[in-house]
């Protein structure tokens, strides 16, 4: 399953995690996400024939952070 890495502008607050993390698990087609504080990034497996890389990074957008890049990795 792959997993797409988000880099995000600086995350400034716990809470932003569990809003990013508890906004993912919500959503159809992502298995687990992660958010890494320190270096503002989110981690999610995701099942391609549900949901695109790019629309995880429309969800975490949509919950007020701003994607600065997207990378896939086929693991």
Excluded: H, W
Aim: net charge positive.
């Amino acid at each position: 399953m792959p997993t797409v890495i988000l880099q995000l502008e600086t995350l400034t607050c716990p809470s932003c995690l569990q809003k990013i993390e508890s906004g993912l698990a919500r959503q159809e087609g992502i298995e687990k996400s992660s958010v890494l504080f320190n270096s503002s990034k989110v981690k999610a497996k995701f099942d391609p024939n549900k949901i695109s890389a790019e629309e995880v990074a429309q969800i975490v957008s949509k919950l007020g952070y701003e994607v600065k890049s997207i990378k896939v990795k086929e693991i």
